[in-house]
């Protein structure tokens, strides 16, 4: 079974502050996905990853493999990115089934 | 560009009674997932579909629940009867293609409330 680990679980930040969000899982995967869900409840998909890095505005993600971890950074943080960040890995074989997501951390950031 | 569109938004009723979730899918897109959120359990997978068909409906929690999709543009998630657990926010979420690579686009959930 695949356990998907997140910290930290709540995360307060000010304003302008770089922020780093980490994901750990057990078992080898295929993708990672990090997710952002606002506080109204929506959930926009943010990235997937496999290998490498990406980036997207001010969002990086990244993902090490051999060492079962991803971290998102968020550069220059404003108080609009405050939400849950969710990270989900997809393990095994076949399309798109076999998601096991984190807790989410709770990012807060402050004007 | 619409997104995916899920019905009701927000729903409330007794213990016992029938629940139907809908959900119609960006147009174009051939994989289909249902989510159910609850503050206990986080985000779980329900339920995907590809080009219709049910692929793995393996966290579906028992057989009170049951799920369709009857063509490219729609889908039903069903609670019968339903329970108080069943509380929870149900997401559905269409992606194109079946790749790994292919990001999953959400709707805003439909708040289940089960008295």
């Known amino acids: 079974k695949n356990e998907v680990e997140q910290s930290p679980q709540n995360l307060t930040a000010q304003e302008g502050e770089f922020i780093t969000i980490n994901c750990s899982y057990s078992?080898?995967?295929?993708?990672l996905h990090w997710l952002q869900q606002h506080p109204g409840g929506g959930i926009v998909s943010l990235f997937m990853l496999s290998s490498g890095k990406k980036k997207h505005g001010r969002l990086i993600a990244t993902i090490n493999i051999q060492e079962k971890h991803s971290s998102l950074h968020i550069t220059a943080s404003h108080p609009r990115d405050s939400a849950v960040y969710i990270c989900a890995v997809k393990w095994g074989r076949g399309s798109q089934g076999n998601l096991i997501f984190g807790k989410g951390t709770k990012l807060s950031v402050k004007p | 560009d619409a997104g995916v569109i899920q019905s009701p938004r927000h729903e409330v009723t007794e213990m016992g009674q029938e629940v139907t979730l809908r959900c119609k899918p960006i147009?174009?897109?051939?994989?289909l997932f249902w989510y159910r959120q609850t503050m206990m359990r986080g985000l779980e997978l329900l339920i995907y579909?590809?080009?219709?068909?049910?692929?793995?409906d393996s966290g579906m929690p028992e057989d009170r629940f049951s799920a369709k999709m009857p063509n490219a543009s729609f889908s039903t998630l069903k609670i019968q009867p339903s329970e108080p657990r069943d509380s929870a926010v149900y997401f559905c979420?269409?992606?194109?293609?079946?790749?790994?690579?292919?990001?999953?686009?959400f709707g805003d959930g439909t708040r289940l409330s089960i008295l």
């Open positions: 147009s174009g897109h051939n994989s």
């Open positions: 979420a269409s992606s194109l293609g079946v790749g790994s690579n292919q990001p999953q686009h």
């Open positions: 579909f590809n080009n219709n068909v049910p692929i793995d």
């Open positions: 078992v080898g995967i295929s993708a």
